[in-house]
């Protein structure tokens, strides 16, 4: 809190800066909510139209202006209504947001039980927002497991009975032993989620493929696929283990054969049978400390831990 009030104090007290300024849209428009998700909510209160694609008059960050808007530091793409007002003499007494309205919390209109994603308005202060922490993780696994199995892709990667690989992780070859038996797979961006995904579990089937059982097995995020793998939605590069864990007794290298095929999937809780583990990275040093933490029932998915130490106040170490 301490560093906020700092930074707001150096703004404050900030002179002006030279930067560059055009409008776009209706000559009197409000401009646009855009990249920032506000949508139409800049018509009304507590913006009024009065924002830009970056300040002077009182103006909101509400959207981006890329290209041509970069050839100079700082670019403000006014709304036409906003840059009007520059035309009338007027001095702001800081550049602090002083919304006269509750803080909101949007819910955009593409969240599903498996994504989502929100705005924040009506921030007063410095207008940004760190973070935001959500509770209610038992009701979203409950949402989750009763949403049954949906479309997704998948492929196979490393040795065709190979346990794949920990990966991007950090669990290594922690793979090939319980509690994953190799029975893994690789996610692209909506499942690995930057490292959120690691840990968590799905059952996977398929049912397309005449070498497929049509029984679902359980895999858990280990490792991310990039590329090729985001042309998908969902798209589940598996273990050469588990890819053959697909098919019918017999059929494993007629189904890894086919390459890519289409599966079904649900996201389930995690139930190992082994204790949560911390591993420590092997490029640790006494500068640096990087640890994967494993073995999480539940939704799979750790927040943060905190550590203490040699007398020290407790570190709460986010996750990257």
Request: aromatic share 8%; charged share 15%; with cysteine.
């Amino acid at each position: 809190m301490d560093s906020i009030v700092n930074v707001n104090a150096t703004l404050s007290k900030a002179r002006f800066l030279p930067a560059v300024a055009t409008w776009y849209g209706s000559p009197t428009g409000s401009g646009s909510g855009g990249a920032c998700g506000l949508e139409n909510d800049v018509i009304n209160a507590p913006y009024y139209g009065m924002i830009s694609a970056g300040s002077p008059i009182h103006v909101t960050i509400t959207d981006e202006c890329p290209g041509l808007c970069n050839n100079e530091p700082f670019h403000f793409d006014l709304s036409g209504k906003a840059f009007g007002y520059l035309a009338k003499t007027g001095h702001e007494e800081d550049v602090r947001c002083h919304y006269k309205a509750h803080l909101a919390v949007k819910i955009d209109s593409g969240s599903n039980p498996y994504y989502v994603a929100m705005v924040v308005e009506n921030v007063n202060g410095d207008g940004e927002i760190d973070r935001i922490e959500i509770m209610g993780q038992v009701n979203v696994n409950a949402t989750l497991n009763r949403v049954g199995f949906l479309p997704a892709a998948a492929t196979w990667y490393g040795n065709p009975t190979g346990a794949g690989s920990g990966g991007a992780c950090g669990l290594e070859n922690d793979v090939i032993n319980a509690p994953y038996h190799g029975m893994i797979s690789a996610g692209n961006g909506n499942l690995f989620r930057s490292g959120a995904g690691c840990g968590t579990c799905y059952m996977v089937k398929c049912i397309d493929n005449p070498s497929c059982s049509g029984s679902p097995i359980h895999v858990t995020i280990t490792d991310e696929c990039p590329g090729l793998c985001n042309n998908e939605p969902f798209h589940f590069d598996l273990s050469g283990k588990a890819f053959g864990s697909l098919a019918k007794p017999g059929h494993e290298d007629q189904l890894r054969n086919a390459g890519r095929i289409n599966i079904q999937y649900t996201r389930v809780r995690c139930h190992y049978k082994a204790h949560i583990a911390v591993k420590i990275d092997s490029g640790s040093n006494p500068y640096y400390l990087a640890m994967a933490v494993e073995n999480v029932n539940g939704d799979g998915e750790i927040d943060r831990i905190e550590i203490l130490g040699q007398g020290l106040q407790i570190a709460a170490q986010d996750r990257l």
